[in-house]
């Protein structure tokens, strides 16, 4: 009789069931070739007696090996592998393979990703986590907009037109937006100039699929949003980086580029530059716009936090302003309610809207109706608007208290200029301080730092006035480790 109990490995701390294990154990043996087409097996008695399990669990195990047509059980006679099975080679017992198939690496080529080079991380379970920027979800409006959304499933019109023309977003949203975009953003559009994407990241991707290639050159800025680099990198298109001070990206610097060669499209966040906040000046602005047309490039303008603004209005996005639509404008709702809410969009011609549809309904064929309706429903009752008011002054409070906090506590361990708007405030520390050792107290968690820029992005919006008391003291105890050490 073959030695079941190296055949058969039971893992009683594995969360597959033990009558699965012996099902795998016995599929594998008969994959390698060490059970035979019609060899007898144990009765379920004897395997249980040689397992040391109950034999309940061995006739478990059978029944599904049954049902799956790999043994064949004769009632009160035996159990034999089933006679279908072709005859393989058999393995030494040493080369038998106990483990379960997505154990295994896929030993095909495939293409590799590589990992961004920055810090990202998600879920910590850190003490103090300080975010890149997020939005209070406290004191987010999700209630009413789940209310909308339970009252839409339960609707029969709605659940008929839930998944209808949702590739490009509902009628519904898109309507709606018009007028929202219209009377926030100055934006003259229709309907069909709209996308409705999981995201702004979606709407970058999209348009750097469709406008970039191995032939193309993008410029961006520097230091810039690391997601977006990646993005522009995996088209294979050149990336000319150029810096952005205190005014913005340098237009002057562009302009001398352009003159050199053929440049495709220029990525940049005008109203708060990631990851530095600072805003794109109005002269640079018009700059830009007249660059665009003189030299033929699309402008891909992230306004991700285009309703945050507290010193006083903001400067309307350059996609209100003169051009002949060759600006592709990307916005979110996800900085507004919750950075779970996978919802933006993105606006541009008819045509290119047309040909990003296409190409998104490739991966992804449409979108969760019921939420753009119900969202459509909030900014349509004026919910939102009534939202964005009241968090518009609680961050604008917060912002500032930080910035007390930040003076009495951190001033001679970092810098920084406090934004005009937005939701984080762009902290350089001091250049004797090296940044990355922050990584090394587990209780403090920072979700964007930058290495090179020896800075990090402190995210205000999120946290009320104990936690960022909590956050700021933390951090003063950290610099000040790092500075003994670099004594």
């Not at 937006?177 to 926030?184: C, H, K």
């Not at 953003?185 to 970039?212: K, V």
């Not at 032939?215 to 952005?244: H, R």
Request: proline share 5%; net charge neutral.
């Amino acid at each position: 009789m073959l030695p079941y109990e190296h055949i058969i490995i039971i893992d009683k701390e594995s969360k597959i069931p033990i009558y699965r294990q012996i099902a795998l154990s016995i599929i594998n043996a008969i994959r390698n070739g060490t059970l035979k087409p019609g060899t007898y097996l144990p009765s379920s008695r004897e395997l249980a007696k040689t397992l040391g399990i109950h034999r309940k669990t061995v006739i478990a195990g059978y029944e599904e090996l049954e049902a799956q047509d790999w043994i064949m059980i004769f009632p009160r006679k035996h159990v034999a592998v089933s006679e279908h099975i072709p005859l393989l080679k058999p393995q030494k017992w040493g080369e038998s393979n106990t483990s379960t198939p997505y154990e295994n690496d896929l030993n095909v080529p495939f293409r590799i990703i590589e990992e961004n080079k920055f810090s990202e991380n998600g879920i910590s379970y850190a003490d103090v986590v300080i975010d890149d920027g997020h939005p209070d979800v406290r004191l987010s409006p999700i209630d009413d907009l789940l209310k909308m959304y339970r009252s839409l499933t339960s609707k029969k019109y709605a659940i008929k037109n839930a998944n209808i023309g949702t590739t490009q977003g509902t009628l519904k949203l898109r309507e709606v937006l018009v007028n929202y975009l219209s009377e926030t953003r100055g934006l003259n559009i229709f309907p069909d100039n709209i996308l409705i994407t999981h995201g702004a990241q979606m709407s970058i991707y999209l348009s750097a699929q469709l406008l970039l290639g191995h032939t193309s050159t993008i410029i961006v800025g520097v230091p810039n949003y690391p997601i977006a680099n990646k993005t522009f990198e995996e088209t294979e298109a050149k990336i000319i980086e150029v810096t952005v001070d205190d005014k913005g990206i340098d237009t002057d610097a562009i302009k001398k580029i352009c003159k050199r060669q053929k440049i495709n499209a220029v990525y940049v966040i005008p109203h708060h530059h990631y990851p530095t906040t600072v805003t794109l000046s109005v002269e640079r602005r018009m700059k830009l716009l007249e660059l665009s047309q003189q030299y033929s490039f699309v402008i891909i303008e992230d306004d991700y936090d285009y309703d945050y603004h507290y010193a006083s209005s903001p400067y309307l996005p350059l996609a209100s302003g003169n051009h002949s639509g060759n600006v592709i404008y990307i916005g979110s709702f996800s900085k507004i309610l919750d950075p779970a809410l996978r919802i933006g969009f993105m606006v541009a011609p008819k045509n290119f809207i047309e040909q990003c549809t296409a190409f998104r309904k490739i991966v992804d064929v449409s979108g969760d109706g019921y939420m753009q309706n119900a969202l459509a429903s909030l900014i349509k009752e004026g919910e939102l608007k009534r939202h964005l008011k009241k968090a518009k002054k609680i961050y604008h409070g917060r912002m500032d208290f930080l910035d007390v906090l930040l003076r009495e506590k951190l001033d001679n361990y970092v810098s920084y200029t406090l934004p005009t708007g937005g939701m984080a405030i762009w902290l350089k520390v001091r250049s004797d301080l090296p940044v990355e050792q922050l990584y090394s107290n587990v209780k403090l968690h920072i979700i964007r730092i930058d290495e090179t820029q020896n800075a990090f992005r402190f995210g205000f919006a999120s946290l009320n006035e104990k936690e960022l008391e909590q956050a700021v003291d933390t951090l003063r105890i950290e610099l000040q480790k790092i500075e003994s050490k670099c004594l």
